[in-house]
């Protein structure tokens, strides 16, 4: 394994489980210094520098995560804002939905970006580097149906990756997001097995794709080598979706 990010710090939120955590590992294997600030750390703490549990969603959390981060650590020099998710078993049909459920998604899946991304951001323009890289999903290309809200949140991802990237881009620092298709990990627990043969059924590649998978791509764009990509979202997801 190379190691493209000997002596870097790199956040991963939500990187307790999933693709955070293989993400995480990732990075680690790499060389870097790892901080995650997930709900639940018992699995990842042995395994990264820094794992703090906390909520996401919530500001002053974030704000005290990030500056243990950067007394034990260091600057950040990568921010991976992964933490999200689809509103799971109280999703289904927009005409059946409701405002928490939509406020609940938005929250995890778009404002824990915007809240990470402002916090550091300004740092790595400051040092006229850094690499931000945010989760997606190819549900918001695809306008998975009984996924309104979810899509709504992955959407405005990539609007915010866009417009970052443009204000960031002058002062070295790249935004890119990652738009996965199906992966598996614990969320795909929660679904049943017809829908997941509907999925495999509709991704050409023919299979379910790995945490790993998706972490190869958010390593390279966080990489050195990737110093003229920004902007952009990456689907990896077998070919479901082709932008
Ligand atoms: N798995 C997929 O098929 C898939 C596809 C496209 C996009 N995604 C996106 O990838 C990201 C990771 O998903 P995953 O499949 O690895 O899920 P996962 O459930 O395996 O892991 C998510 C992690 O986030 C943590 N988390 C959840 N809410 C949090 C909060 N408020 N604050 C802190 N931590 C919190 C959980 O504890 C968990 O460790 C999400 O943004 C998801 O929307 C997943």
């Known amino acids: 394994m190379q ?3 000997s002596d870097r710090v790199v956040v991963v939120t939500g990187g307790g489980q999933g693709i955070g955590a293989a993400t995480a590992l990732r990075f680690a294997q790499e ?5 995650v600030v997930d709900l639940d750390c018992s ?12 909520d996401c969603t919530d500001a002053a959390t974030v704000g005290a995560f990030f500056d243990r981060v950067e007394a034990e650590l260091g600057p950040v ?9 689809s509103a799971r078993e109280k999703g289904g049909p927009f005409v059946e939905s409701d405002e928490a459920t939509w406020r609940f998604v938005l929250e995890v899946s778009l404002l824990t970006t915007l809240r990470a991304s402002r916090r550091i951001a300004p740092g790595m323009r400051a040092r006229g580097r850094g690499r931000i890289v945010n989760m997606s999903s190819d549900a918001a290309q695809v306008g998975d149906a009984g996924l309104a809200d979810y899509a709504s949140a992955k959407m405005g991802i990539v609007g915010f990756t866009r417009a970052l990237a443009r204000e960031l881009a002058p002062h070295g620092v790249t935004v890119n997001a990652v738009g996965p298709g199906a992966i598996r990990t614990r969320a795909h627990e929660q679904i049943k097995p017809e829908v997941l043969a509907r999925i495999r059924a509709g991704t050409p590649a023919g299979f379910i794709g790995e945490p790993a998978d998706v972490a190869a791509l958010v390593a390279f764009l966080a990489s050195d080598e990737a110093r003229f990509i920004t902007g952009q979202t990456i689907l990896v997801d077998g070919g479901r ?3």
């Open 3 to 5: 190691a493209r990010f």
């Open 31 to 35: 060389g870097a210094r790892v901080a």
């Open 43 to 54: 699995e990842i703490a042995p395994r990264v520098a820094l794992a703090v549990a906390g």
């Open 77 to 85: 020099d990568v921010l991976f804002n992964n933490v999200g998710q």
């Open 241 to 243: 979706w082709m932008l």
